[in-house]
């Protein structure tokens, strides 16, 4: 079994900045990509950035040039540093990994639980 645990959210003025963390845990033999989503009440989830083994990002146009995204492989973590935050950028922010569980090659997809980004004065 595979878990993902996201930390780091929570409550910051527009114009802030704040650091997301998820720790992915338990039958791992290895991970492919790694990528952070974001889901509005009644909206569709939105691919927020994308990191993959090798280190290679990529960025939604909404947050191109203030996120960044990135990885420790040695603890299968990924991490998103959002800078410059907007209020529009309020929402529940999820972490995506692709695990192979046992070797074989065949990766699957783990989601965590989604921690909440308030921006607000």
């Known amino acids: 079994q595979v878990q993902v645990v996201e930390s780091g959210g929570g409550l910051v003025q527009p114009g802030g900045s704040l650091g997301l963390s998820c720790a992915a845990s338990?039958?791992?033999?290895?991970?492919?990509?790694m990528a952070w989503y974001r889901q509005a009440p009644g909206k569709q989830r939105e691919l927020v950035a994308t990191?993959?083994?090798?280190?290679?990002?990529s960025y939604s146009s909404s947050v191109k040039g203030r996120f960044t995204i990135s990885r420790d492989n040695a603890k299968n973590t990924v991490y998103l540093q959002m800078n410059s935050l907007k209020p529009e950028d309020t929402t529940v922010y999820y972490c995506?990994?692709?695990?192979?569980?046992?070797?074989?090659?065949?990766?699957?997809?783990?989601w965590g639980q989604g921690t909440q980004v308030t921006v607000s004065s």
């Open positions: 995506y990994v692709e695990v192979d569980p046992r070797g074989s090659g065949y990766y699957f997809g783990y």
């Open positions: 338990g039958s791992i033999f290895s991970i492919n990509a």
């Open positions: 990191i993959t083994s090798d280190g290679g990002t």
